[in-house]
């Protein structure tokens, strides 16, 4: 039950919950529920309250020996901080979610198409070979992909010659060092960069099509791909 208290001459009237919250202290089962209570409370109810609180300590002060304003003005923009803070979360959280609805549907635009991702092996059927691609850290003066069968023999070396820093997509008919059609099958490609003679950081890519658009844990969109693997969107270095 709600017992209230009356406070100095002025007859003014102030209830046991809120002197308890003023003077920190509880008793009963009153204590549990004010626990609960506050703890359930947002900044703007703690900012109703503590304005009760500073109104009654005003109305019933002593004259002789009256209240810190200066203290009392601090406390209260500590709670309108902590409001600001809450509205600022809910702000980021909504537009969170409305980043991610934009890349669900950006993702969905690439079904159908030809993309290079991260990777290292090409396909090789009826003559022809999936594309693929290298992207640079830095510009190369001579930049070469290697081709090997399943067995690990090296049965071609292509030569691309001099390269710009970016994401470089290759055309490539799949013939061995003698000029003969590769067999099918999956080969593995790597690549060398060369500056002034120094190796430099070369990644291969792989080409394949976008065949459908999931959900990631993380709640980004992931790409599944022809071949079997799923990638971010983040993780596309070109689109074909």
Known sequence: MTTNTTIGGSGTTVSQTLLDTMNGTSSGSSATSSTSSTSGTS???LQNTFLQ????????????????????????????????????????SSLSTQL????????????????LASGNTITVSSGKANEFGVTLANS????????????????NTIDLGKQSAGTIPVGWTPTDSAGNTLADGTYTITATGTINGQQATATTLTGATVESVV?????????????GSTVGLTSVAAIL
């Not at 959900?215 to 071949?227: A, C, I, K, W, Y």
Request: charged share 5%; hydrophobic share 40%; no cysteine.
């Open 43 to 45: 900044a703007t109810d």
């Open 53 to 92: 609180l500073l109104v009654a300590q005003m109305k019933n002060q002593d004259p002789t020996n009256p209240m810190d304003s200066s203290q009392m003005t601090s406390q209260l923009a500590q709670i309108s901080t902590v409001q600001g803070i809450s509205q600022l979360n809910t702000s980021l």
């Open 100 to 115: 991610s609805a934009g890349q669900q549907s950006q993702a969905a635009l690439l079904i159908g198409s030809t993309v």
């Open 140 to 155: 190369v003066s001579d930049l070469q992909v290697v081709v090997k069968n399943s067995a690990g023999t090296i049965v």
């Open 215 to 227: 959900q990631q844990s993380g709640g980004t969109p992931g790409l599944v791909l022809s071949n």
